[in-house]
């Protein structure tokens, strides 16, 4: 598919001619018509049913959540300096890691690759023009900023100071904070989650190109499909426990009740039973980035394609399984703690085929050390000690002793942080070119791709130390042999602070002022790189045939390109 | 539509109740059914919810919670059963009057379904008022003097038994609750997919909105039959 990519112009004549006439002044250059630029103004983006502008209200969104989340996490790391809690109450404190987590893991991480990667290349991957539902794409997002808006309203009329857990009977009944307005605004979101899920669903079985069997879909749209089924069948679950919760909170219900014959433990079981899955709504599109990212800065067949498909689908059936090992002290029956445990090792299995496959795919592979390719990197080896860590904490008797201690805060951090949005900001990389038509500074990126890792490894490290040593987490004071350790870790933070930043600043930078990228500047494999970037706003002029297994870097085609 | 797609397709290229983006209309009809059937899956989860607690508390509890039962009006209960059975038989005949192309037995047969929706929130209606007439709400106001246990002995306020009514009550105003509003939702779509169908917007070839819109109302149809016999029936069994 031919189109301008506004490249270097052709060398002007042979060696030894005549020199050239001086160049004519430069002519703005004509870009084709795309999906940034077919229209303008507000109302095009607000009433849009492109699944790529969609992506980009979200995009912008989560970065504004991601923003404000942060926020709250400097505050916190900036109070653990010091052993004594001088810079707030506690009050405010509690206040401070309940909006960190809400905003975070609600607002942030739960619709980070899904909603922005996963909606702008789901359809273009699978050779549609769009999403099967465009409409109720659309109307997610506006749900979710419905969803948002709830919850921002809490935070600025006072706050929630639960935790993220919402645990009774302390949010039903002696709570006074904002825990009604602040459920309202996740049980909303809920629903533009499971939108975003039942589009996928729908779209990756309708509306694959001819030819696009399930064996040749990119592993990227397995691992949303396979989050699409967990997003549909956990978070009804967890809206519903949230509706009980303020029914309770509101008419005092007993359902989680005690003095009515309630039980506490129930709302536990129900909110694991979601948010356990929700780590691997979170994990899961990252994964499916990272199988792209491999591939693609390496230039080779994926290793595994089956085995890395069919693992999506046993982490999200196996992560159903296993939500009680959340409540190993709760008080639950020891045999169901030990079926529980036993359950958790398996997820280990797909998990490390996963990260094994990964490997194999690098060995002897022309490897790029771009941007992505950092991201990747750190993405596996961040994955792997956060994944083992979890085999410590789904040990029956280690548990006991770091239970609510940091071990369990640095542990799920490696997986949500070090995992997650390592993967994001990969992907985010990886695919910038495609979304904005633009090539971001190379150099910029791979910096901040090391200041991330560095930084990260400096907060959260440490933290494992701290938890073992007995630190428990939701303290603001804490004993003095304590503060090393936890300076090096606000150290980190600041350090991760900045790495966040720079892809701000120089990825907004890159939309206006970087260079055209080609249809394909990782000379990559994929339906996305066979349009111009930026797409049209039908992905495709002509509908496209799949003729082979996906991510064929065949010898000949590589003579061909050269 | 943006000139891009009209150049792409040709204006006229397709019927006008295609939408760009799907290859044929039976695809879209696929896609468009599938796609309940996923929101379905979510909608039992939904309710899933509420009904493990029920399970849990209805197999601790069975003495309160077949005094609160007891209490319900069976035959009520099964009148609205009823009613809505024949509710979903109207929103059968009138999904099969739209593929056939018949107008007037579609806008007629919607209208039925709408009507008899609205028996059922009626009867509904008069139900809670009884609940509420008895102080048979859950909260602070909550009394157990109308209540009699299984072995029609009055039920002392403050006792195990009361407690355990009241609970009893709590799931059963959330869960007839929850399914009421999914009623409330079912009626105006089917008004709007009447007003659709007076305006003669489905024949053979086209009746999706009928077709979803009746695999919806017949799931919400269907949880009350799980409801009725969990709510209404517990003393009643052998």
Not at chain 1, 82 to 102: A, I, R
Not at chain 1, 461 to 482: A, K, S, T
Not at chain 2, 131 to 156: I, M, N
Request: charged share 10%.
């Amino acid at each position: 598919m031919s189109t301008h990519t506004g490249g270097t112009p052709e060398p002007y004549g042979r060696p030894g001619a005549p020199p050239p006439p001086p160049e004519p002044p430069p002519q703005p250059l004509r870009e084709s018509v795309n999906y940034l630029n077919v229209s303008y103004g507000v109302k095009s983006w607000l009433l849009t049913t492109d699944h790529k502008r969609i992506a980009l209200l979200y995009l912008a969104s989560i970065t504004v959540m991601f923003a404000i989340g942060g926020v709250f996490a400097t505050l916190i790391r900036l109070e653990l300096i010091t052993p004594q809690g001088d810079m707030v109450q506690s009050e405010t404190y509690n206040k401070l890691f309940t909006m960190h987590g809400v905003v975070m893991v609600f607002f942030f991480l739960i619709p980070s690759i899904p909603a922005t990667l996963g909606n702008f290349l789901i359809p273009i991957m699978i050779g549609a023009k769009d999403l099967a539902f465009p409409r109720i794409n659309l109307l997610s997002w506006y749900i979710y900023m419905l969803g948002a808006s709830f919850t921002m309203y809490a935070m600025v009329t006072g706050g929630v100071d639960t935790g993220w857990t919402f645990y009774v009977p302390y949010s039903t009944h002696y709570s006074n904070t904002h825990v009604i307005a602040t459920g309202l605004g996740i049980f909303i979101t809920g629903f533009s989650s499971i939108l975003t899920g039942l589009n996928f669903i729908v779209t990756t079985h309708k509306m694959r190109a001819p030819g696009l069997t399930w064996s040749r879909l990119p592993l990227f749209v397995w691992a949303h499909y396979a989050t699409s089924l967990i997003m549909i069948l956990g978070t009804p679950v967890i809206a519903v426990t949230i509706l009980m919760v303020a029914l309770e909170r509101g008419l005092h219900l007993g359902i989680f009740d005690p003095a009515l014959g309630g039980d506490p433990i129930l709302f536990q079981h129900l909110f694991w039973f979601y948010s356990h899955p929700a780590v691997y709504i979170m994990i899961l599109p990252a994964m499916g980035v990272i199988s792209e990212l491999v591939q693609g800065m390496s230039r080779k067949r994926v290793f595994g394609y089956n085995f890395i498909a069919v693992s999506s689908l046993a982490i999200a059936i196996l992560g159903f399984l296993v939500w009680g090992h959340h409540m190993f002290v709760s008080g639950q029956s020891t045999y169901a703690g030990l079926v529980f445990s036993g359950l958790s090792y398996l997820v280990a299995i797909p998990s490390a085929i996963k990260v094994f496959n990964w490997t194999a795919t690098l060995y002897k592979a022309s490897i790029s050390l771009d941007t992505p390719m950092l991201y990747a990197i750190g993405f596996i080896g961040l994955f792997t000690i956060g994944g083992l860590t979890g085999l410590f904490l789904a040990a029956l008797g280690l548990n006991v002793h770091v239970t609510d201690t940091y071990f369990v805060v640095a542990h799920f951090h490696y997986i949500m942080v070090g995992g997650a949005i390592m993967g994001y900001l990969g992907g985010l990389h990886y695919w910038w070119p495609k979304i904005s038509g633009r090539l971001y500074p190379e150099g910029w990126g791979r910096v901040a791709a090391i200041i991330i890792f560095v930084g990260f490894n400096l907060t959260f490290f440490p933290q494992f130390i701290l938890g073992y040593l007995g630190m428990p987490r939701r303290y603001h004071y804490y004993p003095e042999e304590f503060q090393i350790l936890h300076v090096m870790s606000s150290a980190g933070a600041s350090i991760l602070a900045v790495g966040y930043l720079l892809p701000l600043a120089y990825l907004a930078w890159s939309m206006r002022y970087g260079r055209r990228a080609g249809p394909n500047p990782w000379d990559a494999r994929g339906l996305e790189w066979e349009i111009a970037s930026p797409p049209p706003t039908e992905n495709f002029l002509v509908q496209p045939v799949v003729t082979d297994k996906t991510y064929e870097y065949g010898a000949e085609e590589d003579a061909a390109i050269v | 539509m943006s000139s891009l797609s009209e150049t792409a397709h040709g204006p006229g290229a397709h019927p006008p109740v295609l939408r760009h983006h799907f290859e044929s209309l039976l695809n879209q009809k696929e896609s468009s059914l599938l796609g309940m059937w996923v929101f379905i899956a979510q909608e039992i989860l939904f309710f899933g919810g509420m009904l493990t607690a029920y399970t849990i508390y209805r197999n601790l509890y069975y003495e309160g919670f077949a005094a609160g039962s007891h209490h319900l009006d069976v035959t009520l209960g099964t009148v609205n059963t009823a009613v809505l059975i024949c509710s979903s038989l109207t929103m059968a005949l009138g999904v099969h009057a739209a593929a056939l192309g018949k107008r007037k037995m579609t806008v007629l047969f919607l209208l039925l379904t709408i009507a008899l929706g609205s028996v059922f929130l009626g009867i509904k209606v008069v139900e809670y008022a009884d609940k509420f007439h008895h102080h048979l709400v859950p909260g602070p106001g909550f009394s157990a003097e109308s209540l009699r246990d299984a072995h029609g002995q009055p039920v002392l306020d403050g006792s195990d038994t009361a407690r355990h009514a009241q609970m009893f009550f709590a799931l059963y105003f959330s869960l007839t609750g929850l399914h009421a509003l999914h009623m409330i939702i079912g009626i105006p779509i089917i008004a709007w997919m009447a007003r659709a169908a007076s305006q003669g917007r489905f024949g053979p070839v086209y009746y999706t909105p009928v077709e979803i819109t009746g695999l919806y109302w017949h799931f919400v149809d269907i949880v009350w039959i799980f409801l009725f016999p969990l709510l209404y029936l517990i003393p009643h069994h052998a």
